[in-house]
């Protein structure tokens, strides 16, 4: 079956990055797209983007253009995100999620928190 | 940019009530609508697509119905497993948006 499986949690201080993985297996990887979904504390989720497995196309949130960036890497079935210049409104839990045949989101990893602070 | 509404943003409930959660989306996204059970520390479930399809393995006591800008996620006999928040998810355009979740709580 379809499993999403994520990289743990990270600590970060302001201005520096984080780079969260998803390794995806059950499936045939470059098959579907993933799309990033954040939750901070006592909010509701917000799609941050998305990523075409198959040749890389990418689709940012607006709000994060020049921030983000997410890469795969084919050969182990891993999607990355990376977030730079992080403030403390970037804490929060990280999702990947794939993107069904119709873009919606039919399977979730099980979340990294990244944490924000000085 | 899709806006979605939902309402309400919280509601209590008692185990065997029928709850219904609405959501609007400010234009129309057809059958483009997922709704979402989120729970803390849980990994996040979909239990409806195209804004009517049971999600495989979820209970039929969940159900969605609308097309175009409304839509309705209904439980029709509420259990303590489903006391949790919910969302719904338009995939019609990019960006991708969510509603602002219903908090079901127990009453």
């Known amino acids: 079956q379809v499993h999403l499986v994520q990289s743990g949690a990270e600590v970060k201080t302001p201005g520096a990055s984080v780079k969260v993985s998803c390794e995806a297996s059950?499936?045939?990887?470059?098959?579907?797209?993933f799309s990033w979904v954040r939750q901070a504390p006592g909010q509701g989720p917000e799609w941050m983007g998305w990523?075409?497995?198959?040749?890389?196309?990418?689709k940012y949130a607006q709000s994060l253009q020049g921030r983000v960036t997410m890469t795969t890497d084919t050969s182990t079935s891993t999607v990355y995100m990376e977030l730079r210049s992080l403030i403390s409104d970037d804490t929060a839990v990280y999702y990947c999620?794939?993107?069904?045949?119709?873009?919606?989101?039919?399977?979730w990893g099980q979340g990294t928190l990244v944490t924000v602070s000085s | 940019d899709i806006q979605m509404t939902q309402s309400p943003s919280a509601m209590s409930a008692s185990v065997g009530d029928r709850v219904t959660i609405t959501c609007r989306a400010s234009q129309g996204i057809r059958d483009y609508l997922a709704w979402f059970q989120l729970k803390p520390g849980k990994v996040p479930k979909r239990l409806i697509a195209a804004a009517s399809s049971l999600q495989s393995g979820v209970p039929s006591r969940f159900s969605g119905s609308g097309s175009g800008t409304e839509f309705t996620l209904t439980i029709s006999s509420l259990q303590p497993e489903d006391f949790a928040t919910y969302y719904c998810l338009q995939h019609k355009s990019y960006p991708l948006t969510f509603g602002g979740g219903t908090k079901v709580e127990i009453k």
């Open positions: 059950g499936y045939t990887f470059t098959s579907y797209g």
């Open positions: 999620a794939r993107a069904g045949a119709d873009d919606s989101l039919d399977f």
């Open positions: 990523i075409n497995a198959f040749n890389g196309d990418t």
